[in-house]
């Protein structure tokens, strides 16, 4: 007798089990994957931000001790190399402790547009999880420690200033105050949630600094410039000769800080991204465009290309290129690159001589007034195709029509222009009167070496 084959249920096909059991299947792969995926892109990026941060690092040691100790006199080489190296430690550890929670802790109160919180002190809260405010693919601890190396180098490159005539407990003292108070506020107006001049997240006056052109280089370099018009010259400037005792060295310094900027730079998109790319072909085209600058106006003025002036350049040109490195076409950093490099020649050959302050490893030079033509140059070069911060279809710089944006650059440099001296001259007295800053003429004439540390940069080998 034949079977009767029973008819579905309320319509439901026998096979809708096993076609269920595929979609979920086919729904899980798509969840593993986009799971995997996004793994993978978090390794990458965290993987670059650290290398980033060790980049960053060895442009304090080697890079800048080196560069700043082969351009004194040997007998303060120790000396200088030591009070960038110390800022490695101290800097350290006050940014656990409060550095990194005044920079860039969210704070709600009306000082909340200058200053961060004590929210994180002793990065309470900082964790090994993204915070999907400043990083959203990298542990905010990352993005801690790779901020903390700026921290690092910006009270460093003031020590350029006053070499071979500050005491070491002097100069400790300042820096970790200029640390506190001049450092920190820029870095959270500029950077941190809440800032005044914050271009990403919302602030009054959007000041475009990719990397720092505020941030380190206007407030380092005019606090240097303070710092050397109140300390006073070297005993002896300009009448005695007192050229640098081993370009050899400096030379190695301006490379490592060359090959470091890269992380300067290139990190601050904080993931390993187109934008990240763009940045580093900025960078280097705007320090190979500012070495060319430099170069050439020394040979015009002077006769012959030197080697310091050629690194000088190159430095000069990192430091205008910083602020614009993520906004800018290659061409435009080239642009900027060679025009910082001829305008800090002007600043170091011309200004200084005519006004006769003793900066004496051109730290305002260099960092002050190229940082600060940097970041005017960044309002006019800017370009939303490469960085659409101001929000998509909205003109970014001067040439794409977004004539405002100069004012709001001018409004960022003219705050840190103005945070710097008046934090600088308050931190200077209360320094001076308290531990004193300027070592004695005896000191001086024996030099840093011995006077600070007791120990000597070279020692004469005995004949045998």
């Not at 809440?194 to 959007?206: D, E, I, S, T, V």
């Given at each position: ?6 008819a579905?249920?309320?319509g ?5 089990p ?13 969840a ?7 793994a ?8 670059w ?11 304090s040691?080697?890079?800048?001790a080196l ?21 490695m430690?101290v800097?350290?550890?006050l940014w ?6 005044l ?11 200058f ?41 460093a ?36 949630k ?13 000041c ?16 240097a ?14 009448k005695?000769p007192?050229p640098?005792?081993?370009l ?18 290139a990190?601050?998109a ?7 790319t ?41 430091v205008?290129?910083t602020?614009a490195?993520?906004?800018?076409t ?14 800090c020649?002007?600043?170091v ?15 305002f ?17 800017a ?8 929000g ?6 001067l ?19 103005i945070i710097?001296?008046?934090?600088t001259?308050?931190l200077l ?9 300027r ?19 070279y ?6």
């Open positions: 007798m034949a079977q009767t084959v029973p579905p249920e309320h439901v096909s026998a096979a809708a096993a076609a269920d059991a595929r979609i979920a299947a086919l729904e899980k792969q798509n593993d994957l986009a799971t995997s995926v996004a993978a892109q978090s390794a990458g990026d965290n993987g931000m650290l290398v980033s941060a060790a980049l960053v690092l060895m442009m040691a080697p890079g800048l560069f700043y100790g082969g351009l004194v006199r040997r007998k303060n080489i120790l000396a200088t190399m030591m009070q960038t190296f110390a800022m430690g800097i350290t550890i656990a402790v409060c550095g990194y929670s920079a860039f802790g969210e704070n709600t109160g009306v000082l909340g547009s200053i961060g919180s004590f929210h994180n002190v002793f990065l309470h809260g900082v964790g090994l999880i993204p915070d999907g405010t400043y990083v959203t693919t990298i542990p905010l601890q990352t993005f801690m420690v790779y901020q903390l190396m700026f921290a690092i180098i910006t009270p490159l003031i020590t350029g200033s006053i070499a071979e005539r500050v005491k070491f407990s002097g100069i400790l003292a300042f820096l970790v105050l200029w640390a506190i108070f001049v450092y920190s506020p820029m870095a959270h107006m500029v950077w941190g809440g800032g005044l001049l914050n271009a990403a997240l919302g602030g009054k006056f959007p475009l600094d990719f990397a720092g052109g505020t941030v380190v280089h206007v407030t380092s370099g005019v606090s410039l303070v710092f050397c018009l109140y300390l006073g010259k070297r005993r002896g400037f300009p005695e007192m640098p005792h081993s050899v060295l400096s030379f190695i310094g301006a490379a490592l800080l060359w090959v470091g900027w890269f992380g300067f730079n990190g601050s904080l993931n390993a991204s187109s934008l990240a763009s940045a580093f072909v900025a960078t280097h085209f705007g320090a190979a465009a500012a070495a060319c600058g430099w170069t050439i106006a020394e040979w015009i003025k002077h006769g012959k290309p030197t080697a310091l002036g050629a690194i000088s350049g190159a430095v000069a040109g990192l205008g290129i602020p490195a993520g906004f800018v290659p061409i435009s950093a080239l642009w900027i690159g060679f025009l910082t490099g001829i305008f020649f002007f600043m050959f011309i200004v200084k001589q005519k006004f006769g302050y003793d900066d004496s490893l051109d730290a030079g260099v960092h002050g007034a190229g940082g600060t033509l940097g970041a005017i140059l960044t309002g006019i070069f370009n939303s195709a490469i960085n659409p911060i101001l998509k279809g909205h003109a970014t710089g040439l794409e029509g977004n004539a405002h944006q100069l004012l709001n650059q001018a409004v960022g440099v003219g705050l840190a222009w710097s001296i008046v934090g001259l308050v007295v209360i320094v001076d009167k308290t531990i004193g800053l070592v004695s003429a005896d000191d001086e004439v024996t030099g840093l070496d011995l006077s600070q540390h007791g120990e000597e940069g020692h004469a080998e005995p004949a045998y």
